[in-house]
């Protein structure tokens, strides 16, 4: 069952670790994407998730199943950005199972965003670190025009989404690839075998 308007629900309750920066828009154009072949195969993270990369016509499919075994479906870009390698995920299914668990209604409410990780590295693992949101949300208070973006939800509960098209948001993130920003890191650990579907 294809359940694309999940992914800000996905992000929140399963592998990721703190919150992510949310985004409307791509980080790559079709002149950023690159390939990586040795991406492809099935890594493991220190939570026990399983990341089963495969390649595909224009990047590569994610299938993630969390420490629980709900499974979920990315389209995966890998780009470059001056020195800088990224990796930008978008969610295109969820295991049919997995929204029984909650209101379907209110499900029908989340929006389809992009989120990214900074790629230190791939090869015998892949070290990864996440955008950090705390970050952003205190760089956009202290200088509300950083970067296009809105707040939802209320008051000190209010978090970041990223509104920038994708030439503002690559600059942006460019400016900031070293430091707070991407301070989170995420290391993935290669498995031998093959992950039932």
């Known amino acids: ?7 800000f629900l996905l992000l929140c309750v399963t592998i990721l670790t703190g919150c992510l920066v949310r985004s ?18 099935i890594w493991s993270d ?11 016509s224009d990047g590569y499919k994610l299938v993630h199943f969390d420490k629980r075994g709900n499974k979920a479906q ?9 020195k800088y ?23 029908l409410h989340l929006v389809p965003v992009h989120t990214f990780m900074r790629v230190d590295s791939i090869d ?11 970050w952003l949300e205190k760089t956009v208070k202290e200088n509300p025009n950083s970067i296009t973006h809105i707040k939802t939800g209320k008051n000190d509960d209010a978090t970041v989404i ?23 890191e995420l290391v ?4 031998n075998g093959l992950l039932s579907e």
């Open 162 to 184: 990223l509104t920038a098209d994708t030439p503002e948001l690559q600059k942006f993130v460019l400016k900031n690839a070293e430091g707070e920003a991407f301070s989170q």
């Open 24 to 41: 409307l828009h791509p980080l790559y154009t079709k002149k950023d994407i690159i390939f990586d072949d040795k991406i492809i195969g």
């Open 74 to 82: 990315f389209d995966i870009h890998l780009l470059a950005l001056g």
């Open 188 to 191: 993935l650990k290669q498995m």
């Open 46 to 56: 220190e939570e026990n998730a399983k990341w089963q990369f495969t390649k595909d």
């Open 124 to 134: 015998k693992e892949i070290k990864l670190r996440f955008f950090n949101l705390e």
């Open 1 to 7: 069952m294809k359940k694309p308007f999940l992914l």
């Open 85 to 107: 390698k990224f990796i930008d995920l978008y969610l295109t299914d969820l295991d049919e199972n997995f929204g029984e668990k909650f209101n379907g209604f209110g499900l």
